[in-house]
Structure formats: C-alpha cells, structure tokens
C-alpha cells in the first residue's frame, strides 16, 4: 500500500500542479482547499506526509503544522512558502516541519525533496516498529538496525535486561558491545544505579587490581591515599568490563571470587566489603580458543556467560547501512544530507573490518569534507570504492590471494596485511598482532620499516 501525500493550498492550480506532478512519480494523494478541509481529512486518511502552502485564507500553514504534531508528532510535513519569506519557514522548521519549498519551484525539485521526506519516513518508522515489538522497558535508541540479526539481539536484550544473569557479548572490535551492554542496564531495575566501565586492554596489568577493587593507602609505592575501585563505585548497579579477555590469568580468581561471593578486598586491605553488582562483560576475542590454550579459566568464563550474546559484524547485515547512515547523519546534525544509489551501494559492498564504529568515523568525515548535500562516490576513500582491497593483489575464496599477472612486490603485500590488520583491529597493536600470529615488537618493526601510521583523529 503506497504512503498517503495530504496536499493542503488555497491556490486551486498550484495544488492541481502539484497533484499531477506526484500522481505522474507515483504517489497517492489527497488535496484540500484550506487549513480546517486539511485537518478533517487529516483525521481520515492518516497521511505520511502534509504539504502545506504557509500563507491561507483562514488557518494559515503555522497552524495546520501546530495542528498536526499535536495529532501524530512523527508525520512529516513540508511548507510552501513564496520568496522573500524564507525566514517565516525556518521558523517553522524549528517548530517541527521537515523541510521547505519556495516559489516558483520546479518539478524535479519538488519530486527530490517528497522523495528524501519519504525515505526517512520509512527508514524511521521501520526501526521504531522494530523497537516496538519489544519490551519497552529497554532503552533502544542508541542500537540501529532492521536485519534479522540485528532483531535476535533485541528481542535477547530484552529478555535478560531486567534479570540479574551475567553477561558476556561478544563481537568484532566496533560492533557496538558498550551499547548493548548500555541497553541491558537501561532496562534492568538497576537504571537509577551507576553504570561503571572498564576496558580491561587499555590499563596496564600491574594496576588493573587496583583499578577494580581499589587499594588503600600505602598498599604500594605511589598508593598515597585510599582508592575506591570499579566495583565499589559499581555498587547497587551495573560494572562492565569491556575487553574482558585481555584479563590477566592471576587475576581471573579474585574476579571469580567476587562474582562468586559478591566480595571484594581492595589492594593491600583485608576487610571484604559485601556488593551488590550487576557484571557484564565484553569481548572480540575466541574465549573458547582461549581457554584451550590456558589463557583463560574455565570456570570464570561459565560465570561471565550465563547469557551470552553475539553481536554480528556490519558486513553480515548490509541491510542497515542505510538505517546507520541516516542516523549518523542526523547524530551529527546534517539531517539534509543523502548518498546517492551508486554511493549507497558501494558502502553496502564494502567489507566493514572496522564495523559501525568504522561507519561513524566515515560518514563524520563526509560531513565535514563535504561540497553539498548529496554525498557520491567521488566523496569516498579510495579503499572503499576498490571494496577495501588494494589495486593489485586481491583475495579469493578461502582468503587465498590471487597476484596479477604482471606480478606484484612482496613488500607492498607484506605493507597491506599489516595496515589491514590495524584497521580491522581500530590501531590497537596488540590486537592487530594477534590477528597476524607474530609478536608485538615484530608488528612494530614492521610498520616503522613501511613507515606506517595511525591516522589522525578529527577533533569533533
């Protein structure tokens, strides 16, 4: 069933215009003479979108807008406004309308800006009727998606977020696990609670006891004062402990203990301090593998994982590029900006190592580089219009690498497995040489022989 347009102009023959030109691209229509004739048909066809002219005999266009987010706040509505009274529809964007026209205007710019009202009509409406399906005692609004994984990991988080089962997700680096594990305690009865995280990588080993049970004073050189840890702060609320796998092995037991016991000693004390502490814990690493190789217990990976949840990676649920793009494109206040069929279809394409996270960096940087409103497939990286892989060498099923003909130079192989490997891994060496199998300082004499670089962050 095609979306309803609501035409609402005095003018008979600009709303004869405007009718036939939408009826030709497609569109079912209904049209009104004035503002009160608009409302009532309003209230009997329920339209997606309103197009309104700003100046009518009777109640003018800002009233019908009022009029309409007070029925049905999400309808999208378009005014028509006449030259030189541009700044009348600015103000009545700021009251709710979704964009503006001017007279005269012409047809295909009528045409495009239906076409881009439509488009996140929808792609708004599909992710709110996705969310509504669930409990609604879950905050989903910073998870996007429309795919059929992406709707297994709503309806999980919804059954185990107000549940005091552990957690564990798991998931490719850039994925989203802080924002899953955000919504699981959004919709717990811990939500007026803190929520503490932790990245259990990013603290160096002889300080991360430190970190999550805290130390008193004088526990070790430079422990000048008593220090609350992560899950005192914790207390009554939710501790996520984010790369959960980089834990190391003589502190997985005082870990075990106090999800076990519920009991923490902090750093140099003896007296056990009672919690009460909701742990969820994150990983991209294989925890099984691990355990296998004697990295990790056992036993504390059954306690992390009483319900686990996997996070997809971007390039298994191509279907919410689309819902992502605009997203970010709104969280980064430039809502007017679309990407044409060929970009769009490209960025589908792409493998995303550096999944969602790696999405958001683009599309801030498309924002910021852009020349206008429509982003194309000159506005991308290079390595995302090749799909990711360098002009030359390519991959083929089984990750066997195929060489051209020509031949190719080992050295610039070598140079692209390990900036790949970076990228796939956000730039943190350690993962990355992990992924390639060979030791860090290896990796780092790699990449100062290809004088390979972290890129630089964009200040927000």
């Known amino acids: 069933m095609k979306p309803v347009i609501l035409i609402i102009d005095d003018d008979t023959s600009l709303r004869r215009v405007l009718e036939y030109n939408l009826q030709e691209a497609g569109y079912a229509l209904a049209t009104a003479p004035s503002g009160e004739e608009g409302l009532t048909l309003f209230d009997q066809v329920a339209p997606a979108l309103v197009i309104t002219d700003m100046k009518m005999p009777g109640m003018d266009g800002m009233q019908v807008l009022k009029a309409i987010k007070d029925r049905a706040p999400e309808t999208l509505v378009i005014m028509i406004t006449a030259f030189g009274t541009v700044d009348i529809a600015v103000e009545a964007m700021k009251a709710g309308a979704y964009d503006y026209i001017t007279k005269p205007f012409n047809r295909d710019e009528l045409r495009l800006t239906v076409a881009k009202a439509l488009q996140f009509n929808g792609l708004t409406a599909e992710n709110k009727r996705l ?48 924002l899953v594990a955000r919504s699981i305690h959004a919709g717990s009865g811990r939500k007026s609670a803190p929520f503490v995280a932790i990245n259990c990588a990013a603290i160096p080993h002889d300080l991360l006891e430190s970190e999550l049970f805290g130390h008193v004073k004088g526990a070790f050189t430079g422990a000048i004062k008593d220090k609350t840890g992560k899950f005192q702060l914790a207390d009554g609320g939710t501790l996520f402990l984010d790369e959960v796998g980089e834990l190391p092995l003589e502190l997985q037991p005082k870990l075990l203990r106090a999800l076990q016991e519920r009991v923490v000693i902090a750093v140099g004390g003896t007296k056990e301090q009672k919690l009460d502490v909701r742990v969820v814990a994150a990983t991209n690493l294989d925890i099984e593998k691990a355990i296998a190789d004697g990295g990790f217990r056992e036993d504390l990976y059954y306690r992390l994982s009483v319900i686990p949840i996997h996070l997809p990676p971007l390039r298994q649920r191509p279907g919410d590029i689309p819902l992502l793009l605009r997203h970010f494109c709104i969280k980064h206040g430039s809502s007017n900006v679309v990407f044409d069929k060929q970009s769009l279809a490209t960025l589908i394409a792409y493998a995303w190592p550096g999944n969602v996270r790696e999405l958001e960096n683009l599309v801030e940087r498309l924002l910021i580089m852009r020349n206008g409103d429509t982003i194309t497939c000159d506005d991308l990286p290079d390595k995302i219009r090749c799909g990711g892989a360098s002009q030359g060498a390519t991959t083929g099923p089984g990750g066997i690498i195929h060489l051209p003909d020509e031949g190719y130079s080992l050295e610039q192989l070598e140079k692209e497995v390990v900036v790949q490997a ?9 993962a990355a040489a992990r992924f390639l199998r060979i030791p860090r300082h290896t990796l780092i004499y790699r990449m100062e022989k290809y004088d390979i670089l972290a890129p630089l962050k964009v200040a927000g």
């Open 131 to 178: 969310k509504d399906v669930l409990d609604d005692r879950v905050d989903f609004r910073s998870m996007i998606g429309s795919s059929t994984a992406m709707e297994k990991v709503f309806q999980m988080v919804s059954k185990v977020a107000d549940t005091e089962a552990s957690v564990l997700i798991t998931g490719e680096s850039g994925t989203g696990k802080e």
């Open 422 to 430: 970076l990228e796939r891994n956000q730039w943190n060496q350690a």
